[in-house]
């Protein structure tokens, strides 16, 4: 029943709808109605308008959760039931270089601190002094907490009592610039929201502070977690600073890979944790989604937004997700599965599935095929697998159309006007675009994308681990709406201009970036809720390459 307001606003519309902006619609849309279908679809179509600008009359919070919550899980999901954690302990004694000490791995200096070999604080300064002299050139950090010392402080005098305040006692980190940290700037990269300060910790960095991580402060982020450049400037790839560092986690990926932070937080809804980690040398984790609280974190596709992180090793990643893992009652669409299973598996023990054509399509190297040699030499399990066509690229609409209707009042407002980017794949433009997205399309990606569930619980089906090239699609397309896990390994290394298309579209790269030869990555992918099998080969992988991934000058 429509109400007597909304009636008489249609009767108004009704005849204002002509056949002729029908036939303009028409072609917008993508489809085509006869001469004597026009006339009667004026009277609907006014309704339909008068519906919507009801709807835009109330005001939606931002942190307003969806009625419709998207599982990853089909019906005959089930946990596996596998072995408690276990992730390897690494210890010796700490260098007396600085620089050695900021690159060291995290359970490195985890057994420093607890050996009281290292303080807090010592380790704090060391990433502060970093950030100070690294911190314009990058432009990794959006700004620091001038309170990290004395929270360093004040964790060496639990150390020197006896006790530690968690398995990250001391350990610094930096927090992407939509994650919200208590009474600390979290303004998204973004102007409209410039100097917004948040007056509660996001869940993931309460569970940091609980665990004795220290905030180092907040790595700058893509406005509105979308690219590399912010109200700040473009942040800065550090194996080659003449070039940007690539998906809005790019303040995150910097930091880590130039060691101005032991780890950090980044989110992924298409590539924001894979392209930076990639392109900045970092280990770049994703977690299956819902795994992780997204509660106090900005929200942009409630559907496909995941919290992450970027580190140095897989390890580490696997000791801090066993910190942040678990949901809560805020997040709708989190839940709490463990994080269980050997992360230092025998590599023999694992069946590792690839798709051949992915090796050869376009944006594939040569350097790609050779990681499935390097299975082989690990002793691992081999299987090549076929992946269902489906028009997975189609999904993309969905982002669209979430992320929208979630910054609908920038659109509205004409707000989206200050944000810097304003180029067609921006979201300025990407979000007046989406209000031609059809609903009806919409309902129709929404059973693709079960399709595609059900494709890749296919595809994942007795193997533990998927390999193949980070860039090319669908993979990452795919995953990223079916909610499977993913971890970018670095690899080897390229020259800038062999870029791919999808990774050099990421970024505005200028012409003398071409003179450094900067690292690449492959992807291990493997079923939901089931990480530890990925860490595990991602560590053989690793430590068998051997890449030196400290840039030049860092």
Sequence with gaps: MYFEAEDDLADKLNHMITDEEIMAAEKILGVHYSPSERPLMASTLAKQIALALARRSHTTDLDASPATVFSPRLPSFVVRDRLALHIPSLEWLPPEDDEEIAFAPISAQVGWIRNHWLTARRLTEI?????????????CYARLDEHALERADALDRRAADGTFAGPLHGIPYACKDIIDTEGLITDWGAEPYRGRIPQRNAVVVQRLHDAGAILLGKSSVGALAHGDLWYGGQT???????????????????????????????????????????????????????????????????????????????????????????????????????????????????????????????????????????????????????????????????????????????????????????????????????????????????????????????????????????????????????????????????????????????????????????????????NLFDEAPMFALASALANQLGLNLRPPGF
């Design 127 to 139: 990433y502060l002094n970093r950030s100070s002299q690294y911190g314009e050139l990058l432009r």
């Design 236 to 526: 800065r790839n550090p194996w080659n600073p003449a070039e940007g560092s690539s998906g809005s986690s790019a303040g995150s990926a910097a930091a880590t890979a130039a060691g101005l932070c032991s780890f950090s937080l980044g989110t992924e809804t298409y590539g924001s944790i894979i392209l930076p980690s990639t392109r900045c040398g970092a280990v770049g984790f994703r977690p299956t989604f819902s795994r992780v609280s997204r509660t106090g974190t900005m929200a942009l596709c409630p559907s496909l937004d995941k919290i992450g992180l970027i580190t140095r090793t897989a390890h580490d990643a696997a000791l801090i997700l066993t910190v942040i893992n678990g949901g809560d009652n805020a997040d709708v669409s989190s839940c709490d599965v463990p994080f269980s299973g050997n992360c230092g598996a025998d590599p023999r023990t694992l069946r590792v599935g690839y798709v051949a054509a992915d090796f050869v399509a376009d944006g594939a190297r040569p350097h790609d095929r050779a990681i499935l040699d390097q299975c082989k030499t690990l002793g691992v399990c081999l299987i090549e697998r076929e992946r269902a066509p489906l028009p997975y690229e189609s999904l993309v609409s969905i982002l669209m159309a979430e992320a929208a209707a979630h910054f609908e009042d920038l659109t509205l407002s004409n707000r989206d006007d200050l944000l810097i980017s304003q180029s067609a794949t921006d979201w300025p433009n990407q979000f007046r675009a989406a209000r031609f997205l059809s609903a009806v399309d919409h309902v129709q990606l929404d059973r693709l994308r079960r399709q595609a569930m059900m494709a890749m619980d296919n595809l994942f089906r007795d193997i533990d681990v998927l390999v193949g090239p980070s860039l090319v699609e669908p993979m990452l397309c795919a995953t990223n709406f079916t909610g499977h896990p993913c971890l970018s390994l670095p690899a080897y290394f390229i020259d800038p201009s062999e870029r791919s298309a999808h990774s050099a579209a990421a970024t505005r790269t200028e012409p003398e970036s071409a003179a450094r030869r900067v690292p690449h990555s492959i992807s291990l992918w493997s």
